[in-house]
Structures are given as C-alpha cells and as structure tokens.
C-alpha cells in the first residue's frame, strides 16, 4: 500500500491536461491525462474501473437517487432487485452488498442465459446491467431484447452497453449459425466453420474478438439506429444514450461510439 500511494502522490502533480477526479466506483481520488479517458480507459488507480463502468454506475445512481453519488454511499436496500450480465467485480461486489442484486454469466455460476428464460424470471428486476454482452450473443438478436424486457418489473430499467456505430443497418458477422465451432487452424488464425443446414461447410475468418485472442467473439456490430429500434420493439420506452461528461468522476466521452443507454420497461 506504501509504494502505492507514494506513487499516487507523485501523480498528483497539477499540470495541465490533466484531470484530478474521484472514481465514483471506490471513491478514491485519481488523477489522469485528459486523452486517456476512452471508453476502455482512464483506469482507476485504485479499483481499475474504466470509463464505461463508472459511466454505467453514474447513470444507475441518477436512477435511483437523482444525482451522482460515489457506489460506497448508496444507501442500502435489499428491497431493490438488479441483476447484472458479466458485470465487472469492481460494481459488481458492492451492488451485491446494497440491493438484493445478482451478478450471472453465461459461461459459469450463477448461469444464466438470455437467449433461454423462464417464465419465473418474468417481470423480477427493478435495474437489469447489461454491459457489452448483446454483441455476443448469437442469431438473432430480436428475441434476446425481447426476454430483456421480459425480466425487468414494469416501470424498471435498463442500464445498457455494447459498441456501436451511429448509422445504418447492424452488421450482422455470421448471420445464420447452423452447428459450428470456432477454432485456431495451423496457419495460426481464427477461423469459425459453420455446417450449414444443406451440410456444407461454411468458414468465416477475420474473427474479432473481445478480451484477446480466442476469448469472446463479436458477433456483429450495432448501430445506434438499429439498436434502438430493438430496444423499442422489445417494449422499452425513455431511451435516451448518457452522454453527458461528469468531470469530478472522471466521466467523458470523447467519442459518440459504444456510449452507454438507460431504458425504462414501458
Ligand atoms: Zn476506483
């Protein structure tokens, strides 16, 4: 912890384009280059959370309080039920310890997949997170949104993140997925091999994927446009994308791609 914070003080220097802030995720105090604030940047010294995360907790704050308050003074009510999809330990663990709120995945306990629910976990959540998770989730998309609304209460919301351009259609990277299996051929590349219902083998290369090589692959890229067409067919109203900086957490968004979005079950 020493070397910690002696390192933190030498960073305290107040030189320009640089921002002084306290993360709204542990509440300590950073300082950090202007530039580095992207999506995926702008790491908290302390707890590690970037941008988009401290974006998607100012934004359930505002929610529940009317205003931006640090994650460590949310006031604790378990009558409150959230669920997040993947969420990062960073928001994840405290939000587990104010609301009546479970963090799943799709890949280990506690499961849960979107593509599959129950009719128990209809109408259950006041807050569902879902932060960069619908890019991979397989063909077609339409349902997934669907069961999204599904599992929120009427009246809750939806605090929702995946990267996205403004305009157009959504690319949809393999947009009829039979039995496949992605794997790393000899030549050293990704390459996904989709038997088709005829029985042909189809192979896709130029995978993308998200935290390294092999790990989550993309599975399309939304526009804004068409995301919120799915967004509204699913039956959500209130749509609106949080752009908007808050300096004093360290919140900016320099570019409009990938922002994230808070959406009401109508
Ligand atoms: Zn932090």
Not at 12 to 18: E, R
Not at 75 to 104: H, Q, V, W
Not at 136 to 144: C, G, N
Not at 165 to 179: I, Q, R, S, Y
Request: overall charge neutral.
């Amino acid at each position: 912890m020493k070397s910690r914070l002696s390192s933190l003080k030498n960073r305290f220097n107040p030189l320009p384009g640089k921002l002084c802030f306290e993360c709204n995720i542990c509440g300590h105090k950073n300082v950090l280059g202007i530039d580095e604030l992207q999506r995926e940047g702008g790491a908290c010294f302390w707890c590690g959370s970037v941008v988009r995360f401290r974006s998607l907790m100012a934004i359930l704050s505002a929610l529940l309080y009317n205003e931006i308050i640090p994650l460590p003074d949310f006031k604790r009510n378990k009558k409150i039920t959230g669920m997040g999809m993947s969420d990062a330990s960073c928001y994840a663990s405290p939000l587990s310890a104010a609301f009546s709120y479970e963090n799943t995945y799709y890949h280990q306990e506690p499961f849960f997949d979107i593509t599959k629910i129950e009719e128990s976990d209809h109408d259950k959540f006041d807050f569902v997170i879902s932060s960069d998770v619908f890019e991979h989730v397989l063909s077609p998309i339409q349902p997934a949104f669907d069961n999204l609304c599904k599992i929120i209460k009427p009246g809750g919301s939806l605090i929702f993140s995946v990267p996205y351009k403004m305009a157009g259609e959504t690319e949809e990277h393999f947009p009829v997925l039979n039995e496949f299996s992605v794997q790393k051929e000899s030549s050293g590349e990704w390459a996904l091999l989709n038997k088709n219902a005829n029985g042909e083998t189809e192979r896709y290369s130029n995978l993308v994927f998200h935290g390294g090589s092999g790990a989550t692959l993309e599975m399309r890229l939304f526009s804004l446009e068409a995301l919120m067409k799915n967004l509204r067919e699913a039956g959500f109203t209130d749509i609106r994308v949080h752009n908007e900086p808050a300096f004093k957490y360290g919140i900016y968004w320099p570019k409009p791609f990938g922002i994230p979005l808070l959406a009401r079950k109508g």
